[in-house]
């Protein structure tokens, strides 16, 4: 019953570092998703992805990459953390347009300084 | 540019009353409209709504779509202080490499005994 499971929950970084957000589902959902939230704002869309090997950029990409070489693996890297980056990280799966069944990780509270 | 704009942003109301979230949108070739409540992490999801004028209940919740105006509301009867959360309304729109979601920056509930 893991879902979708998000490494590290918390964070701190110094500016200039580098770090992966881990996320992991085991639903065999094709669609995932990294979604960032500001305090006081909704999600906005980071990277996504339709399938192994295929990867797109969302609202706001700058600052991060992705991969994806499996189905179950899509983790998010930040290359030179800077502090607008501080920031809780959502990961996110479903199957192709079934957004009723996405299922979200518990969040990766993320602080850069 | 696709957005989802919701109000108030924030509201706070005595346990009992009825309060009714708004979230209106322009997107390009809209495919559903959803409601997620988010406590202290991952948003859940409430309801999906693709046709207007019917509405979706579960329990004290409800909510219901025009596609013409293009606006949804969530209806909250009898409030209780476990209703106090974000509530995220998300927009689904198909884009050439499938869907996507695009979310409004959330109403913050907050209810007092």
């Known amino acids: 019953n893991a879902g979708v499971t998000q490494t590290p929950k918390f964070r701190i970084l110094k500016i200039g570092q580098s770090m992966t957000l881990q996320c992991t589902q085991d639903m065999n959902h094709n669609y995932m998703y990294w979604y960032r939230q500001d305090p006081g704002m909704g999600l906005k869309l980071i990277y996504y992805?339709?399938?192994?090997?295929?990867?797109d950029k969302g609202e706001v990409p700058n600052g991060y990459n992705v991969s994806r070489s499996t189905t179950e693996d899509f983790p998010l890297r930040l290359e030179l953390a800077a502090p607008s980056q501080t920031s809780v990280y959502f990961c996110?799966?479903?199957?192709?347009?079934?957004?009723?069944?996405?299922?979200f990780g518990q969040g990766t509270r993320l602080t850069v300084v | 540019e696709d957005k989802v704009v919701q109000s108030p942003l924030s509201l706070v109301v005595h346990e009992g009353d009825t309060v009714t979230l708004n979230c209106s949108y322009e997107?390009?070739?809209?495919?559903?409209l959803l409601w997620y409540k988010q406590e202290k992490k991952a948003p859940t999801f409430l309801f999906m709504l693709?046709?207007?004028?019917i509405e979706k209940k579960s329990g004290r919740l409800s909510s219901i779509l025009d596609k013409k105006e293009l606006f949804s509301i969530l209806n909250i009867t009898a409030t209780q202080t476990g209703d106090s959360a974000i509530y995220l309304c998300?927009?689904?729109?198909?884009?050439?490499?499938?869907?996507?979601?695009?979310f409004g920056e959330g109403t913050q509930l907050t209810v007092n005994p």
């Open positions: 998300a927009v689904e729109f198909k884009k050439t490499s499938g869907s996507r979601l695009t």
């Open positions: 997107v390009t070739n809209f495919r559903s």
């Open positions: 992805s339709v399938g192994a090997g295929i990867t």
């Open positions: 996110a799966s479903s199957y192709p347009s079934v957004w009723a069944e996405a299922f």
């Open positions: 693709t046709s207007s004028g």
